[in-house]
């Protein structure tokens, strides 16, 4: 098969996922109860197990090496088609944990149903790998979105993991637009007057700025150490850890007070630290 017919075939392959993650007829239940599980059901997703590789087209829907998997998964209420169950919603289910961000963004889709009728979310719930000093892992996200009707409650447990990819994020694609749009800032890392190195205004030049450079601050650590996350400057400052000269997290201001690019997102680091420990390829 041709690089034509090979790459079409891909793209095909990641149209049917998606397309078919919308259900019914294709859903899965997540409760116990058979008289109450079709209140909440999922599409997209074989089992409320999931698991998927950063970047793999047969389960991340943006096909992308970014830090990130984004799940084909939607939730569909007062699913019809199975005889055990009758039941509908009384209220909009309620998706937590509280305090998780994709739990916050998944349950304001959910909000957005009317909870009296058959309707589905937008396919798509993003899960980042796990980044710290240690470097990249798999990470995992755990869900419970609850029904109710009347007084019977259908209670879903879902479960996304998020694995490395084994390649390394694009430099020129992936990366690059990152600083480009968080770091790249008046009196911070353009390349203008007032700003600071490392210049990291431009994608061609962003690899001779960062890699194997001594960090002025603290000369015994290089910005970037292809292969290793916890010796590598900039790794500590987008984190926050380790930071041994006592200067300010990176974008400066965040978490608390975002600045005008923002703060980096968990996929954002994950991907950065990706690159570094896959040895930050110049591609």
């Not at 509280?98 to 937008?122: M, Y």
């Amino acid at each position: 098969m041709g690089a034509g017919r090979a790459c079409a075939a891909l793209v095909a392959l990641l149209a049917a996922r998606v397309a078919g993650a919308g259900c019914p007829p294709d859903c899965v239940g997540g409760g116990h109860d058979p008289a109450t599980d079709c209140l909440v059901e999922f599409g997209g997703i074989t089992s409320t197990d999931d698991s998927c590789t950063d970047g793999n087209p047969s389960c991340d829907a943006d096909a992308i090496v970014n830090g990130a998997c984004t799940f084909p998964l939607s939730v569909c209420l007062n699913v019809p088609g199975d005889p055990r169950c009758s039941a509908r919603l009384s209220a909009s289910p309620v998706v937590g944990p509280v305090r998780s961000e994709i739990a916050s963004t998944l349950g304001q889709a959910v909000a957005a149903l009317d909870p009296s009728r058959l309707g589905c979310t937008t396919p798509g719930v993003a899960v980042a790998v796990g980044a710290s000093l240690r470097g990249i892992a798999p990470a995992t996200a755990r869900l419970v979105i609850t029904g109710r009707s009347a007084s019977r409650r259908d209670r879903n447990r879902i479960r996304l993991t998020c694995r490395p990819a084994p390649t390394p994020p694009s430099l020129a694609g992936v990366i690059a637009p990152i600083f480009e749009a968080r770091c790249a800032l008046p009196a911070c890392h353009a390349a203008g007057p007032g700003s600071v190195a490392p210049v990291l205004a431009a994608a061609s030049e962003m690899h001779a700025a960062l890699v194997d450079v001594p960090a002025a601050n603290v000369p015994s650590l290089m910005l970037v150490r292809p292969g290793s996350v916890a010796d590598s400057y900039l790794a500590r400052k987008i984190l926050g850890k380790r930071i041994t000269d006592r200067t300010p997290r990176m974008p400066q201001g965040c978490p608390r007070t975002v600045p005008a690019g923002g703060c980096l997102t968990d996929a954002e680091i994950a991907a950065i630290l990706a690159w570094i420990q896959t040895g930050a390829p110049d591609n």
